[in-house]
């Protein structure tokens, strides 16, 4: 192989060379070609140089904001379809709090009411009778006093009956509280769980 | 704080179909392959628009994505093939909007104009140079110089053989070279 024939060759891998691309052998070959040769170092510098012309050539300023990208790539992602029972429990997760308020409201109005009407009950001679089955049946609590440890009441007509309902609206309130404390851990523990996820890009 | 995610975790939740996964990953290499997409086609705001649709064709075609290859190349694969369809669809247009930021800088103690026109000037010139480029080298080009891949990388991104990348490398830098031998004298 002649001189310029060599010269050829190694101007072809001067770019491979340049780009660290070249096996062992290869490379030991340029670079024995480069030591004697002026014209293969000038034209492997003006790649150099023109490489790093590129590379330090900024981007234009202005543009979207990294979180802006982002939101632009998501917005259009496909939505995907959750099944029917995940849906659901997820409309129930997300509207449990109402569920639990309704739910008391409506234990609490029992409970006001058939006070009210254990008091008038107790006010009318005969009436008691009469009345007594419409508040213990509906909401089932004739059955409390017999199993629970309630304290001595004092004299007072009616009262014995009415503590009863002051229990069950206790122990009403105390099973929505729990219920609600539960949704709460578990909501808090599920955002704790996205965040690792997402609190990157955010 | 939260714990750090390796890009082959995030890249399996994606698969799965985990959004904020994906939005992870995008965060990740939005800013690589806006520079990319920049190159192939010159103009910032069509770069992004071109960035956002390669981001949502690898989020389409996530399940045909092999671990055992760097997902940069792949991404970037993606996005010179968005890049492309974007110079289809658009026309040529003045960058106002690049102007208006030079000329910001300018009035607001940024460099003084002169540096600021001559900077512009130089990056008009190689941003021409680089457009001038037939397609298929200017990708070539463009994934070596900005993308910073490998050979083997720009093979597998653009789906031809080593040698040819070498061959078109080559030929793009010689292209360059002569077109901006001028800016080159002058640094």
């Not at chain 1, 096996?23 to 023109?50: F, I």
């Not at chain 1, 009345?131 to 409390?144: D, E, H, N």
Request: glycine fraction near 8%; proline fraction near 6%; include cysteine.
């Amino acid at each position: 192989m002649n001189e310029a024939n060599r010269t050829d060759l190694a101007r072809e891998w001067l770019g491979a060379y340049l780009d660290g691309e070249l096996q062992a052998e290869r490379r030991s070959w340029v670079e024995s070609h480069l030591a004697g040769c002026a014209d293969c170092r000038a034209e492997l510098e003006q790649m150099r140089g023109l490489s790093a012309l590129l590379q330090a050539e900024p981007l234009p300023v202005g543009g979207l904001s990294p979180d802006a990208f982002v939101a632009g790539v998501m917005e259009h992602l496909p939505q995907v379809e959750e099944p029917l029972w995940k849906r659901a429990f997820s409309f129930c997760l997300r509207y449990a709090p109402l569920f639990l308020f309704v739910a008391w409201a409506f234990t609490q109005a029992i409970g006001w009411v058939a006070a009210a009407l254990v008091g008038l009950a107790s006010l009318v001679p005969g009436a008691q009778n009469l009345l007594g089955a419409v508040w213990t049946l509906p909401i089932g609590i004739g059955f409390l006093p017999g199993w629970l440890p309630l304290p001595a009441l004092p004299k007072i007509p009616g009262l014995d009956q009415v503590a009863p309902l002051a229990v069950f609206q206790l122990l009403t309130t105390a099973v929505v509280a729990i219920l609600f404390l539960a949704w709460l851990a578990g909501v808090w523990s599920h955002r704790r769980a996205k965040g690792l996820m997402t609190a990157d890009w955010k | 704080m939260a714990a750090y995610v390796s890009d082959l975790d995030l890249i399996h939740a994606s698969q799965g179909g985990n959004q904020s996964a994906y939005g992870e990953l995008v965060y990740r290499y939005r800013e690589a392959v806006v520079a990319v997409v920049y190159r192939m086609c010159g103009d910032l705001s069509t770069a992004e628009e071109a960035a956002q649709e390669a981001f949502l064709r690898a989020w389409q075609h996530l399940g045909g994505y092999r671990p055992e290859y760097p997902f940069r190349s792949w991404v970037f694969r993606i996005a010179v093939n968005a890049a492309l369809d974007a110079l289809r669809r658009e026309k040529p247009q003045a960058d106002l909007e690049e102007v208006e930021t030079s000329l910001s800088l300018a009035h607001h103690g940024g460099p003084d104009p002169e540096t600021v026109v001559v900077a512009r000037q130089r990056s008009d010139l190689i941003r021409k140079a680089v457009l001038a480029l037939p397609p298929p080298y200017r990708a070539a080009l463009v994934l070596r110089e900005f993308g910073g891949l490998s050979y083997a990388e720009i093979a597998a991104a653009l789906e031809i053989p080593l040698g040819t990348v070498m061959s078109r490398l080559n030929t793009a830098r010689s292209q360059l070279g002569q077109a901006l031998a001028g800016v080159m004298e002058a640094l």
